[in-house]
């Protein structure tokens, strides 16, 4: 029996939703475009992978309230994250932090695929690895004529 | 007594796959032809067991009989019929109940349609199809019975989730699961052809119609989630990246990889290695997916709630099957080598190049979704890695796709003229810098990306229009002419013109709907009018409506256009009494250049009850629909390809003209 | 070199497997977070008690100024939990020198008021947190949650949900010793 807030609430609200009421809406059309994009970003604490800005749990609320407090108050983009971040961890953001624990996560789809073009490039050049040969010398061109008449004369 | 009935065919299949997955190998070692035929017998028994079982649980449901606690758990009796039919599949071990009929299904259609298989190849391949059938059934026998009586069996059903009342859910893990599970069967293939030694032409044409089948049923799955969540959920979007998402996208795009690689190796005789190993690792990932969302590994909105200990033991099945085969093709893969040579610029090596894109794209899901899990194993640090990451990571991929698609089917076998075909492809270039220009002065700051991915669907669509035209001389003959190539060429190569051009389409559609949607939300009163994309609302009333099951309060918006009415949406907020729950109904007109999508929602302030609306214009977005529609048109126009029918390759007696292209 | 590298994806399939092994076993709750606040110190807050409610109210400076392990726990009249753990409180509210603090999470008045005479009020000082705001300080996604603050103020333990799970309460306890013994 664990959180009151996630089984009441998400499992019977999770995926109906209006979520950003108009209460919540500021008059600054250029903040309140800010405070969507933040909250599409940041993550409801207590639901199973949905952003604040769908979602229709009351922490949820709270903290697009909050994030709209904060912008109002001047803050940056990325210090309303920090905010969050600071309280929740960075679990709270969906775009995972690039530091050193994640430099595997970010650098990865790059690193493979230059890996792979590199083996596609490896495969792609092997028959170039195929031994050259030489041209046929006169005495052997000579056999192989031979070879071929008598050939010739046993299947017409 | 019918559940006793199902119950006790589910544990005779059990046996009849153990026995089938023992018999028919060693029989082909031993090169016993009788042992290698009763595979054939055994896998149509099998899938007639398995069909009694589940026809026994859908009777349970379709009667109710509420002594079955799985008919408890997921119905009640005042479900409309068809819902509870559905619910047959909605748990569990209902879902995994559909997944080995579809396992046996597979089994019985190679043992009924596969006479032209060589015996031993047939004989192993339904061995390790029996394998797997015996790992799943044990796994259900043991620990997810769907049988399982409720004793004393209560007056009626406890589950009455409308969210799940519906069509679009009730078809999405039937087609889903035909995917997942038919990859299981060129799975089968692969591992058969391993322990044979023998990789060659004939196996990828023998394999080629089971990939295509289940790739088109895996694309008509994935789009039909995506397409439920876009008018149910009313958020808008289709797609979030989510753990069970990513899930079942992976092995999409190394089926689509697979299905590329084996006509190579059919084609050319080269590639085994690779295609075997994407055969493999395909349905590994199927398996992966099966396990991830039943073993509460990680969060999602999605997963079956089901406790770790069974998770392990799905682990453990999945462990072996996959640490096995790819053991195997450790073993045996370096003796596979050699095929035909093909240059650096041909046919071959654009299609290498598409399966790195494809591999590389479907590697980066993998990382992104199970980072979380590696970050906390490590070092107990939660983070999140959602659609910016994948977002930022997956599209640049996609565009190198889109361009490669656009020249490959252009190029030749063996050798190809890059120079050439870079000319006859000026005009398409010209046309998708065109369309990006003209994006980008329409909706002016528009997201790089966005202009980006529109230029790709653009040289995409051209350039495989242009590659179809010449393949039937439209522009070089008379109708008539093309009318008879069309007719003479294969179906196969026009499933992959309709298939491409359809992903571009798609691309369209994806492009239009997430990067230039508009939305808003707002109080309304009856009376009040709003602008959005070029229409105006006016919000007529909202009225009481009842339904079978429910109350709703629905709102009367009034579209109109340039003065000209366009439709009235009614947007619901439903109640549903027994259950106890919610639900927003969304109103959606549709058209070709976008959707006016509207919400409603009831929110209590100072006692009176106040209206607020969400309206979102998505444009383009039902290019997407429309572009699915086409890739599983086209991958059906291939699978009836007369050559797939006839079966073996058979040595013509007329010559080959050497100017043939065809796929 | 080919034979190695047909090793690779066995290699990477067993890595990967182990992780999965390591995301089922052991006490892994998926979904829990962990408190970003741990050994920081005590957000800045400052709270009025329960309206109709003699008892002082709650603020930041009450808990830093403890000398002694202080356990803070978010609750509210409307969360079950909270009534499964309450008993496990007033437990921990005898503990000789350990102060137990309450914050009450988005309650009005009069039910809160019923609910601790109805259960017994185990809290020294009690902030009523209206809004909601000063929890999403503390970092709290739901009702109930504890804290223990040590004797220099920083947070040193949380536990998310009831204290009535199997284990919570002896690793409270353990936390609250180690608290006290810095």
Known sequence: MKRLFCILICLTFASQVIAVEPDEILSDPILEERAREISAGVRCVVCQNEPIDTSNASVAKDLRLLVRERLVAGDTNAEVEAFLVARYGEYVLFRPPFRAATYALWLAPALIFFIGLLAVIRVVRRPSSAPKVDALSPAEMERLSEIMQSKGEKNP | MIPEIGHFALTLALFVAVFQSIVPIVGASLRNARWMQIADATAKIQFLLIGVAFGALMWSFVVGDYSVLNVVENSHSLKPMIYKIAATWGSHEGSLLLWVLILAAFGAAVAIRGANLPASLKARTLSVQAWITVAFVSFMVLTSNPFERLTPAPLDGQDLNPLLQDIGLALHPPLLYLGYVGFSIVFSFAVAALLEGRVDAAWARWVRPWTLAAWIFLTAGIALGAWWAYYELGWGGWWFWDPVENVSFMPWLLGTALLHSAIVTEKRGTFQSWTVLLAILTFSLSLMGTFIVRSGLLTSVHAFAVDPERGIYILAMFGVTVIGSLSLFAWRAPQMEGGGLFAPISREAGLLLNNLFLSVGAAVVLIGTLYPLFLEAITDEKISVGPPFFNSSFVPLSLGLLVVMGIGPHLSWKRADLRGVMSRLRAASFLAVLAGLGVWYMQTGGPVMAILAIMGAVWLGFTTLLEWSRRIRLFDGSLADSWRRIRSQPRAGHGMTLAHFGLAVCVIGFVGSSAWKEEFVTFAETGDTFEIAGFDLELRGVTNVTGPNYTAQRAILQVRKNEKPVTVLTPERRFYDVAGTQTTEAAINSTIAGDLYATLSVVERDGANEWTLRLIYEPLVGFIWAGVFLLVSGGLLSLSDRRLRVGAPKRSAKPVTARKVSA | ?182
């Open chain 3, 1 to 182: 070199m080919i034979r190695a590298l047909a090793f690779l994806p066995v290699v990477v399939a067993l890595g990967l497997g182990a992780f999965m092994l390591w995301g089922l076993t052991g006490d892994r709750d998926p979904s829990e977070i962990p408190s970003a606040l741990m050994g920081q110190a005590v957000p800045a807050f400052e709270l009025v008690g329960i309206e109709g409610m003699d008892g002082p109210g709650l603020s930041s400076s009450d808990i830093t100024s403890a000398s002694q392990p202080v356990v803070v726990n978010i609750f509210a009249s409307w969360c079950a939990p909270c009534r499964q753990e309450h008993p496990l409180l007033e437990t921990v509210a005898a503990i000789p020198g350990v102060s137990v603090f309450g914050i009450n999470y988005r309650n009005e008045a009069f039910p809160a008021r019923r609910w601790l005479g109805e259960m017994g009020n185990p809290f020294e000082r009690i902030g009523a947190d209206l809004d909601g705001r000063v929890s999403i300080e503390w970092g709290v996604t739901g009702v109930p949650e504890t804290f223990v603050i040590n004797g220099d103020g920083l947070i040193v333990y949380r536990h998310t949900g009831s204290l009535a799970e199997p284990g919570a309460f002896d690793m409270l306890k353990d936390a609250i010793a180690a608290a006290g013994a810095t």
